[in-house]
């Protein structure tokens, strides 16, 4: 089946840039998106198809796919960002990544 | 406004039975494929089941097959997962989400419900 890696943590001062990657096998030739989710909150999607923004999500989220790393950047991050983070994609059916803790120093 | 609530949680005990249910609203529920996705506590995301828009598609976690039923009525708007035969390591948050698309093999979940909690324990 198909696996998808991503850092348990990732750590950044607010206003810097922080960058969580999601690895899998020739994971560029697949649709990635991602997920924020806050402490007893339901997930909710902040990229979909690579790099395409929901209505409400700011502009300092963004996110790449090539070879075998997709990539979820968020720029000048603030104390709201932190949060879990999960890639997704499907491969005959849908799988998750095991989750990035973003914590903001 | 898009509104997606779970029912029908509880504690069971482990080789007993359950179903979860998901009242939709706000969108049109025939147009989307509809999946459950499960959190146990401390865990992260696991995808357990997706029905097409016409019931026409349907797929399971190789975790839960056998074991799960998946299905909607969209005359009353509402999804449902029966859960069989359960067992200690199906204790977890159960998300009713809904696709982007009306295919239930491809796309993002872009409304989320806030989750049935369902406890396997004797």
């Known amino acids: 089946s198909y696996v998808l890696t991503q850092p348990p943590s990732v750590s950044v001062a607010p206003g810097k840039t922080a960058r969580i990657t999601c690895g899998g096998n020739?994971?560029?030739?697949?649709?990635v998106h991602w997920y924020q989710q806050k402490p007893g909150q339901a997930p909710v999607v902040v990229i979909y198809y690579d790099n395409d923004r929901p209505s409400g999500i700011p502009e300092r989220f963004s996110g790449s796919n090539s070879g075998n790393t997709a990539t979820l950047t968020i720029s000048r991050v603030d104390a709201g960002d932190e949060a879990d983070y999960y890639c997704q994609v499907w491969d005959s059916t849908s799988v998750f990544g095991g989750g990035t803790k973003l914590t903001v120093l | 406004e898009v509104q997606l609530v779970e029912s029908g949680g509880g504690l069971v005990r482990p080789g007993r039975s359950l179903r979860l249910s998901c009242a939709a609203s706000g969108f049109n529920f025939d147009a989307y494929a509809m999946h459950w996705v499960r959190q146990a506590p401390g865990k992260g995301l696991e995808w357990v089941s997706g029905?097409?828009?016409?019931?026409?598609?349907?797929d399971y976690a190789d975790s839960v097959k056998g074991r799960c039923t998946i299905s909607r009525d969209n005359a009353k708007n509402s999804l449902y997962l029966q859960l069989n035969s359960l067992r200690a390591e199906d204790t977890a948050l159960y998300y009713c989400?809904?696709?982007?698309?009306?295919?239930?093999?491809?796309?993002?979940?872009?409304?989320w419900g806030q989750g049935s909690l369902v406890t396997v324990s004797s």
């Open positions: 020739n994971i560029g030739s697949k649709s």
């Open positions: 029905i097409s828009w016409n019931s026409g598609n349907i």
């Open positions: 989400a809904k696709s982007s698309t009306l295919d239930s093999d491809r796309g993002d979940f872009d409304y």
